[in-house]
């Protein structure tokens, strides 16, 4: 092996360390604190920390802002039209298509991506039971923060960032452009379609939502066909090794032997997000399923119900995004 290939390598297993590390210690600080949602900010370190745009703190960041607007909005949406369904989804499908016109114009990207994803996440809850909405909100935005800063002080104590910059990109957003009006105005509506299915079908419907918006921002068919495999990919890769955890959790309950055997899954998550190429996104998909699984309230431990429904999430997604696609005028069919 040349010493270029040794370095590259031990840089990459270097990255894949402070991952896992990341995201071992989020997990030990969450079940100290007892925080009801331990598994979000578990796979909050590792989502902030592989595939970054321009520096974990600044996608720490948005990721925190963005999640926040998103509940916000989706409270504040709920408060305002109790009860009123049909008035609930027409402002909620025109913040998701300002989201997403906002994200393809580059201007804070992945803060309008998690402010649309969340919007439409807390809504589906606050339909469900909305006199738990807010404290549903705090709880999940109190594991997304303690992600981010447990991922940026492991970064940062690994010498890898010291500056605290802010990047918010050079696209105006005005005057309108129609092609980003258009492609947000059909994720909107594959959205919205989305949730009646998923109602009709008794589906897991935030999952498929959120599956469907993460599909529609690639740039065309062939990419949300490969996304989604990906992301079936990685839910099966980190169920793999969930259920290797768990028939040996099931012999020896210790949180300790819990602990090394997530910072192990969530090293080679990390460490094929890093190095996998083309299947380097199911790497990324396999460190947010993994946490879904193991890391979960006691009368939960040992199902697999956190990965069934993302993979129900996913496949009908699919199955309404490329039907919506294939019928949306001037979206592109090919590269």
């Not at 807390?122 to 923060?145: C, K, M, N």
């Not at 940026?152 to 918010?168: F, H, M, P, S, Y």
């Not at 996998?276 to 199911?282: E, P, Q, W």
Request: charged letters at 10%; glycine letters at 8%; a positive charge.
């Amino acid at each position: 092996m040349s010493l270029v290939a040794e370095t590259t390598a031990a840089s990459d297993t270097a990255y894949a360390l402070r991952v896992a590390t990341a995201a071992g210690v989020c997990l030990a600080l969450a079940e100290w604190w007892r925080l009801p949602h331990a598994n979000l900010a578990v796979w909050t370190t590792h989502m902030v920390m592989v595939s970054v745009p321009f520096t974990v703190f600044q996608k720490g960041v948005e990721r925190i802002v963005g999640r926040g607007l998103g509940v916000f909005a989706g409270i504040l949406i709920q408060a305002a039209f109790p009860n009123q369904i049909v008035l609930q989804l027409i402002v909620e499908a025109g913040l998701i298509a300002l989201a997403f016109y906002i994200y393809f114009a580059g201007r804070f990207a992945y803060t309008a991506l998690n402010a649309g994803l969340y919007l439409a996440a807390i809504l589906q809850f606050a339909r469900s039971d909305p006199d738990q909405a807010l404290p549903y909100g705090i709880e999940v935005l109190t594991a997304v923060t303690l992600g981010v800063v447990v991922a940026d002080v492991v970064n940062w104590l690994a010498g890898k960032e010291r500056k605290l910059t802010i990047t918010a990109g050079t696209t105006p957003l005005l005057p309108v452009r129609l092609d980003w009006l258009n492609r947000a105005t059909m994720l909107c509506v594959t959205a919205m379609l989305t949730q009646l299915a998923a109602r009709w079908l008794d589906l897991p419907a935030t999952q498929a939502v959120i599956s469907v918006m993460v599909l529609t921002v690639a740039a065309d068919i062939q990419g949300v066909l490969l996304k989604g495999k990906l992301r079936l990919l990685g839910a099966v890769l980190g169920s793999a090794w969930a259920l290797f955890a768990l028939l040996i959790l099931t012999q020896i309950d210790h949180f300790p032997l819990l602990l090394v055997l997530v910072f192990f899954g969530m090293f080679l998550a990390a460490y094929l997000a890093k190095t996998g190429g083309r299947y380097a996104y199911a790497g990324v998909q396999m460190g947010l399923v993994l946490p879904l699984i193991v890391v979960v309230p006691s009368e939960e431990f040992g199902t697999l119900t956190g990965a069934y429904q993302r993979m129900q999430g996913v496949v009908s997604a699919l199955a309404i995004t490329i039907a919506v696609a294939a019928l949306w005028p001037r979206f592109e069919l090919k590269s």
